[in-house]
T-cell receptor
């Protein structure tokens, strides 16, 4: 079964601090995604990647960076965390475009105080 | 406004009843996916229906797609308490790899 593992599962960060959210997939999928989920907004795409070394901006990239050092790992980086970035973050992986299934991790709850 | 949107914020039914979640979208699509998210978990795909299909079934689930009205529905028959979850539609935009998620419908199935 497809497996996407996120760490940490919960994180409290201080405003202005640096936060790194990590994601590992054992599916050998080329595509990986970072979404955030807020009440009333569903899932919004932050960054995505087509493979190792590539990162692309999604719909709401401001304030976030991403890194894909290998096929398996995809990180989301908040260089200067703000309270508005308090949210639940999901990593996902998939084989192709929107016509294929996307497999999600369990999510990371980030609180910026 | 969102490019994909469920038509109800929340629905509640009693066990054994049937329920339908509706979705509308505002883009040309290659496929429409339905996901379910249980509390504390990530979304999981239920059904993928391609733009040239009108109906798809998966056990107690039935999805329909009407590309002329840009709408889709997900019906669940013989509901169970464990069907309680948030249900999302996700539109796969033509010419793009992206999945555009709706805000979700909270379905509560009561004993």
């Amino acid at each position: 079964e497809a497996a996407v593992t996120q760490s940490p599962r919960n994180k409290v960060a201080v405003t202005g601090g640096k936060v790194t959210l990590s994601c590992n997939q054992t599916n050998n999928h080329n595509n990986m995604y970072w979404y955030r989920q807020d009440t009333g907004h569903g899932l919004r795409l932050i960054h995505y990647s087509y493979g190792a070394g590539s990162t692309e901006k999604g719909d709401i990239p401001d304030g976030y960076k991403a890194s894909r050092p290998s096929q398996e790992n995809f990180s989301l980086i908040l260089e200067l965390a703000t309270p508005s970035q308090t949210s639940v973050y999901f990593c996902a992986s998939g084989t192709g475009g929107g016509g294929t299934e996307v497999f999600f991790g369990k999510g990371t709850r980030l609180t910026v105080v | 406004s969102q490019l994909a949107e469920e038509n109800s914020w929340a629905l509640s039914v009693h066990e054994g009843e049937s329920v339908t979640v509706n979705c509308s979208y505002k883009t040309s699509i290659t496929a429409l996916q339905w996901y379910r998210q249980k509390s504390g978990k990530g979304p999981a795909q239920l059904i993928l229906i391609r733009s040239n299909e009108r109906e798809k079934r998966n056990g107690r689930l039935r999805a329909t797609l009407d590309t002329s009205s840009q709408s889709s529905s997900l019906s669940i028959t013989a509901t169970r308490c464990e069907d309680t979850a948030v249900y999302f539609c996700a539109a796969a935009s033509s010419g793009s790899w992206q999945l555009i998620f709706g805000s979700g419908t909270q379905l509560t199935v009561m004993p």
